[in-house]
C-alpha cells in the first residue's frame, strides 16, 4: 500500500476563537487516524501555551486529550510552536508524545526535504517583534513567569493578544505579512536547489504556489476563518477546506 499523506494545520488559535471554530479543528483531530499516520502542527494551535511544573491550564482540555488519543493510535505528531505557543516542554513531549520541534529547520515532510517554520520574526519587518520574541522566550522571563499564578498568566496572554478582533488594519499587516513569506519562500527554493517545500503558518492565509515543476510554497491557512490544511505525499501538494467547515 502506498504511505499516507502527511498533513500540516497551523493557528488554530484555541482559547481565543469562538466555540464553533474550535470544535471544527478538534473535529479535524478527531478524523486524523482515518486520513495520515503524520501530521505536523506548525504553531499557534493554542491561542496561549506556557507549561508549569504542576499545573495544565483546563482551557486546553479538549485538545489535549486528543492530541494523546493521536499519540496512542500511532500517529506521528510534530508540534512546532507559534508565536503564541512557543513554549512547550515535557508535559507536551513525555505525558502527549508530541516531537517538539527546534524551528526553524529543514526536514522530510511527505518525503520532500523541506523548509519548515512557523513564520514569525521571518522575512523581514516585524523588528518590535523580533525584539519581544527574543525577550519573552529568555531563561530569566520564563523563569519569572513561571511564578505567576496560571490564572493570571493567562489573563495577561489574553489582554496581549489580537485573535479574537480583526480591524481592517489588523487585516492589512495579515496581507503584508503573508506577501514578505511567500516572497521570502521563494528565496529559498532559488538558494537551494535541493530544497522541494517551504512550509510557514503564520500569515493566517492559505496559500500554494509552484516556483518551479515540483517546488512548493505552502501555508495551510487558519482554523478561525479558512479551515484549511495542507497535504503532502507521493501524488503531490495539495490544499484542502476541512468538509464540516460553515
Known amino acids: 500500500m502506498p504511505e499516507p499523506p502527511t498533513l500540516i494545520a497551523s493557528d488554530a488559535h484555541l482559547g481565543a476563537t469562538s466555540p464553533e471554530a474550535e470544535a471544527t479543528f478538534l473535529a479535524f483531530l478527531d478524523a486524523v487516524p482515518d486520513l495520515t499516520r503524520d501530521l505536523v502542527l506548525a504553531g499557534d ?7 508549569y511544573e504542576s499545573v495544565v491550564p ?23 510552536g507559534g508565536n503564541h505557543d512557543a513554549w512547550g516542554g515535557r508535559f507536551l513531549s513525555e505525558e502527549l508524545g508530541l516531537e517538539l520541534l527546534d524551528a526553524p529547520l529543514v526536514t522530510q515532510v ?32 520564563r523563569t519569572a513567569f513561571r511564578w505567576l499564578h496560571p490564572d493570571l498568566g493567562h489573563l495577561l496572554a489574553g489582554t496581549a493578544s489580537r485573535t479574537p478582533s480583526e480591524p481592517a488594519a489588523e487585516r492589512d499587516r495579515e496581507k503584508r505579512r503573508a506577501e514578505r513569506l511567500a516572497a521570502y519562500a521563494c528565496e529559498l527554493l532559488k538558494a537551494d536547489p535541493g530544497l522541494a517545500l517551504v512550509i510557514f503558518g503564520h500569515s493566517h492565509r492559505p496559500e500554494l504556489t509552484e516556483f518551479a515543476p515540483g517546488r512548493h510554497y505552502l501555508n495551510p491557512g487558519d482554523w478561525i476563518r479558512h479551515f484549511t490544511y495542507g497535504e503532502v505525499g507521493p501524488d503531490g501538494v495539495a490544499l484542502h477546506r476541512w468538509k464540516d467547515a460553515g
Request: proline share 2%.
Open 58 to 80: 483546563s482551557r486546553n482540555f479538549g485538545a489535549l486529550r486528543r492530541l494523546a488519543k493521536l499519540t496512542e493510535a500511532g500517529v506521528r505528531v510534530r508540534w512546532l
Open 45 to 51: 494551535v493554542f491561542d496561549f501555551w506556557f507549561e
Open 110 to 141: 511527505g518525503g520532500r526535504r523541506t523548509f519548515l517554520a512557523h513564520g514569525d520574526g521571518l522575512a523581514g519587518g516585524d523588528w518590535g517583534y523580533r525584539a519581544l520574541k527574543a525577550f519573552t522566550r529568555s531563561r530569566p522571563v
